[in-house]
Every structure is written in structure tokens, then in C-alpha cells.
T-cell receptor
Framework: GQQVMQIPQYQHVQEGEDFTTYCNSS?????IQWYKQRPGGHPVFLIQ?????EVKKQKRLTFQFGEAKKNSSLHITATQTTDVGTYFC??????????FGTGTRLKVLA | DAGITQSPRHKVTETGTPVTLRCHQT?????MYWYRQDPGHGLRLIHY???????DKGEVSDGYSVSRSKTEDFLLTLESATSSQTSVYFC????????????FGDGTRLSIL
């Protein structure tokens, strides 16, 4: 089945540096969601984007949905050790199916 | 966190044995999902349910079956477990279909030897 590709697969940053993960689809998406999974934990919903070009912010996190609704990004400003984890994008295919990206694992070095 | 309980949390079993994982929710949400998570593959949908006795296949359904006889319980069964089914299994729920966040259980780590 179709999967949304995320890049990079892994990212190591020094604490205080910025981090960005990208989610790319070959088809137009109706919406996109972002989840965070801490090591050993379960995915936790962060946000949903629906509109073309939409930008939403949550403290140090900025989420964008591309104008063509085929890509999305999550940017973290001044990373902290609490940002460690894997970030997944996800879209809804049809009515019920949630399709997750492959994820970006972030490691923050203190 | 949403009221979702997965059981067992850990299981080790042998190839060829049947295995049933249980997901129990107290949120009265209509939609329930089973995913497996493997390194490099993210979360892949196995089966989902959109109501009592209403289920459908996801992208990796071969070798798995599900049942939902009550709103609160969604069971995932491996009829004859294989080593390729060693994985972490997550249950998720959502209140409505489309444009709704999913809430996940804590996962079941299943090892098949």
C-alpha cells in the first residue's frame, strides 16, 4: 500500500539546535496529522492540518502543510532533551484508514 | 490519556501456536484499529473496526483476523503465529472517522520463536 515518505530517517542534533522533518506524498492529501512517540512509548497526537498552506504553532513546534497539499513539515526551534523521540506524519485514506509515514527518529545530545 | 488497555503487554510464544491480543477501551469510541510497528516501517495498519461486528482489512492483514463483539473490545488473533509476526502491536481508537486524532494503547510486545 501507499506510504508517505519521511526524511530524514534519523537526526542527531545538539541541544539548542533546530530540527526539521519532512513528509512527502505523490498524491494530494485531504489532511495530515503529526504524532510523537517517545522511546518505549506509544504515539501521541500532536496536531492536524487541513488547509492548503496552513501553518500552526505549538510553542517551539511549527507545522506546515504545503500549498499543493502533497507535503508537510515539522520544525522544532531550539531543541531540548524532552524532544527526543520519533515523529510520524499520518494521513487518512478513504474514510477510515490512517496511513503513517516511516517516521523520523530525533536524538538530542546535551 | 484515553482509557485504552492492551493485554498482554508482553508475550513470548512458539511458531505455529495461536495468539490473541486484546484491546479494551472505556471511551465508547466507535472506531478501533490494530497496527504493528517494526523498525524502518513505521506503523502499519492490520485491521480496523467501524462498529460492533463491522471490520475491514488494512495494508498488512495476511495471517491476522479480528473480532469485535462489543463496543469496548477489539481482539486480534494470529491463528498460527510465524516468526515474521514478531513485532510491537498497538491498538488505537478514534471517536469519529476522518479528521480525528487517534489515541493509542501502550502496546504489546510479541516475540515468536
Amino acid at each position: 500500500g501507499q506510504q508517505v515518505m519521511q526524511i530524514p530517517q534519523y537526526q542527531h542534533v545538539q541541544e539548542g539546535e533546530d530540527f526539521t522533518t519532512y513528509c512527502n506524498s505523490s498524491t494530494t492529501l485531504s489532511n495530515i496529522q503529526w504524532y510523537k512517540q517517545r522511546p518505549g512509548g506509544h504515539p501521541v497526537f500532536l496536531i492536524q492540518l487541513v488547509k492548503s498552506g496552513e501553518v500552526k504553532k505549538q510553542k517551539r513546534l511549527t507545522f506546515q502543510f504545503g500549498e499543493a497539499k502533497k507535503n508537510s513539515s515539522l520544525h522544532i526551534t531550539a531543541t531540548q532533551t524532552t524532544d527526543v523521540g520519533t515523529y510520524f506524519c499520518c494521513y487518512i485514506s478513504g474514510t477510515y484508514k490512517y496511513i503513517f509515514g516511516t517516521g523520523t527518529r530525533l536524538k538530542v545530545l546535551a | 490519556d484515553a482509557g485504552i488497555t492492551q493485554s498482554p503487554r508482553h508475550k513470548v510464544t512458539e511458531t505455529g501456536t495461536p495468539v490473541t491480543l486484546r484491546c479494551h477501551q472505556t471511551e465508547n469510541h466507535r472506531y478501533m484499529y490494530w497496527y504493528r510497528q517494526d523498525p524502518g516501517h513505521g506503523l502499519r495498519l492490520i485491521h480496523y473496526s467501524y462498529g460492533v461486528k463491522d471490520t475491514d482489512k488494512g495494508e498488512v492483514s495476511d495471517g491476522y483476523s479480528v473480532s469485535r463483539s462489543k463496543t469496548e473490545d477489539f481482539l486480534l488473533t494470529l491463528e498460527s503465529a510465524t516468526s515474521s509476526q514478531t513485532s510491537v502491536y498497538f491498538c488505537a481508537i478514534s471517536e469519529f472517522a476522518s479528521n480525528q486524532p487517534q489515541h493509542f494503547g501502550d502496546g504489546t510486545r510479541l516475540s515468536i520463536l
